[in-house]
C-alpha cells in the first residue's frame, strides 16, 4: 500500500478568494488535532487532514465557511474565535472528496472552577458519590470529564447560589474497583459551547474495600502544638505495598509506598509538617496493594487536636469526689477524655472520675480547654499533674500526690458564664 500524504492545515490566515465545489464520492480523509482537540489558550495546535497519495488540494470548513489552507504554513497560537466544529476534504484530478467526519474543536481559558466529591472522594466498593463542580464566572453550562481506559464525558446545566456561585452536582456511582476513578470539569456557556473554562485540578476516587483495615498513628500523640512537626503513620501486617491518608471532610488523598521496618509489617509515613490549625479534625488511612485500584477497608479514626490556640489556659487539680475540657495522660495511645464544662458561680469546670483507681492510672496529666463550636482547638495546657504511689490508692493517696495544683485562670476566651467579653474561670477536676 502507497503510504498516505498527510497535509498540515494551521489555524490562522483565514483569508483567501471564495470558490465552488461539490463534494464527489472519492472516499472521505481522515481529520485530527496535535496536539489534541481541546487546546489552552494560545498555545498551538495543528489540524491534520490525510487523504490518499493522489490528493492535490486540501480543503477545511469551519462551521460551513470554506477556507483554503497552504498546506506548509506553521502552526500559529490560538484563540477563541477558533474553537468550532471542522471538516476536510481534498481533490485530485478525477474530482472532490467526500467530507471528513467533524472535528471539535475546543478551546480551554482562564476562570477558576472547583470540583469536589461530596460527602468524600473516598467510597466503599459499589457506593455513590456525587460531584460538585462550582465557578464564580457566571457559567451557565459545566462538563464533566472522567480519565483514563473508559474516558467519557457529561453535561448539566448550572444552578445558581446564593453565594453568586453557579454548580453542577455529577452523580456518579456505582463505584467498584477494577477502573480510575479520576474526573476533571469546566465551565462554558451555552452560547459558545466550544469555548470552555480552564480545567479544573482532578479529583481521583478512593475505591474502599473489605480487606482487613491498617492501624493509624502519630508519634506526637493526638494533642499537639502549633508549630510542631507532625508525621502520621499508617501500618499493618497484611503486607500492604502503598497506603493513603484521608481527612475526614477533605478532599486531599495522598499516597505512599510502603516501606517494611520489619518482617511481616508495612508502613507508611505521611509527614505534614509544621502543625497549624488546618491539621485539625479526624483522618483514615487506607492499604492497597500493587496497582489495583481497590483499597482497603478504613483504620480507625484518629483525632488530631491542636492546642495553644485559645487564649485561655486552664489549671488542673485533683479532689474528692465541667463550653468543654479534655483530660490527656502523657504517653497514652487513647483519645484524650472530653466533658462539657459546668458553670458553678461564673467557674468553668469539669471533673473528670478515674475511680477504681488503679495503678496503670498513674502518670503525667493535663488539660486543655475548648469551644464546642470547633473542638479540634484546644487552649495552652494546664500545668502538669503528676499522679504517684497508685498501688491500692485511696483518695487521699491522690491528694498527696497532687502537689501540682494551679490556680483559675481569667480569659473572655472561652465562651459562656457573664455577659459578652466578661472574663470568667475554668479549671480541670480529678474525681477519684
Known sequence: MAPALPALLCLGEMGGPPFDFLPGTLPKPTIWAEPGSVISWGSPV????????????????KEGNRVFWDRE???????????????????????????????????????????????????????NVTLQCGSHQGFNRFLLTKEGEDESSRALDGQQMLDGQTQALFPVGPVTPGHRWTFRCYGFNRDTPQVWSAPSDPVGLLVSGLSGKP???????????????????????IGYTRFALSKVGGQDLPQRPAQRPQQGLSQADFPLGPVGTFHRGRYRCYGGHGLSSE?????????????????DRPSLSVRPGTDTFLLSKEGAAHRPL??????????????????????????????????STDPYLLSQPSEPLALVGLSGATGSALRRGSALRGCPSHSPALGGGGGKGEPHRSSCLLLS
Request: net charge neutral.
Open 46 to 61: 495543528t489540524i491534520w487532514c490525510q487523504g490518499p497519495p493522489g490528493a492535490q488540494e486540501f480543503h477545511l470548513d
Open 338 to 371: 472530653r466533658l462539657h464544662s459546668q458553670d458553678q458561680d461564673g467557674r468553668y469546670q469539669a471533673e473528670f472520675s478515674l475511680s477504681p483507681v488503679t495503678s496503670a492510672h498513674g502518670g503525667t496529666y493535663r488539660c486543655y480547654g475548648s469551644l
Open 73 to 127: 504554513k506553521p502552526p500559529g497560537p490560538r484563540d477563541k474565535d477558533h474553537a468550532g466544529s471542522y471538516q476536510c476534504y481534498y481533490r485530485t484530478r478525477t474530482g472532490w472528496s467526500e467530507r471528513s467526519d467533524p472535528l471539535q474543536l475546543v478551546v480551554t481559558g482562564e476562570g477558576s472552577r472547583g470540583l469536589s466529591a461530596l460527602p468524600s472522594p473516598v467510597v466503599m466498593s459499589g457506593g
Open 215 to 237: 492501624s493509624l498513628l502519630t508519634p506526637q500523640g493526638t494533642v499537639v502544638t502549633s508549630g510542631q512537626n507532625l508525621t502520621l503513620q499508617c501500618r499493618s501486617d
Open 295 to 311: 483499597w482497603s477497608a478504613p483504620s480507625e479514626t484518629l483525632e488530631l487536636l491542636v492546642a495553644g490556640r485559645l487564649r
